[in-house]
């Protein structure tokens, strides 16, 4: 199939290499502004569930924070975390923990 949309391209390698890049560039712009929008709520991305196996899975805002002491407020009123522990992309915040 490649081999024959590559022969109907009209002039030289170079040429059919750029007609080509723009061809693809199109074929892009139409799927990103008109196919995925239309087809996104179609899917069924937004319907997940995460639990451990049965239990209730709780939302963090759920749980109610306490409020902050005044030592451990920012400029800006909010409170600062004590310690980051664990990698960067799995981050938990304890802040009853000193600072390291």
């Known amino acids: 199939m490649y081999s024959w949309i590559w022969r109907q391209l009209p002039g030289n390698v170079l040429a059919k290499s750029a007609v080509s890049l723009l061809l693809v560039l199109g ?20 319907d997940v569930t995460v639990n451990d196996g ?20 920012s400029l800006n009123g909010a409170a600062a975390p004590s310690t980051v522990v664990g990698t960067d992309s799995h981050r938990v915040l304890h802040p009853g923990a000193a600072q390291a």
């Open 27 to 46: 074929i892009v712009y139409l799927l990103f502004q008109y196919v995925f929008p239309w087809a996104e709520p179609l899917l069924p991305f937004g």
């Open 54 to 73: 049965g239990s209730t899975a709780v939302h963090p805002t759920d749980s109610p924070t306490p409020a902050p002491r005044s030592s451990e407020t």
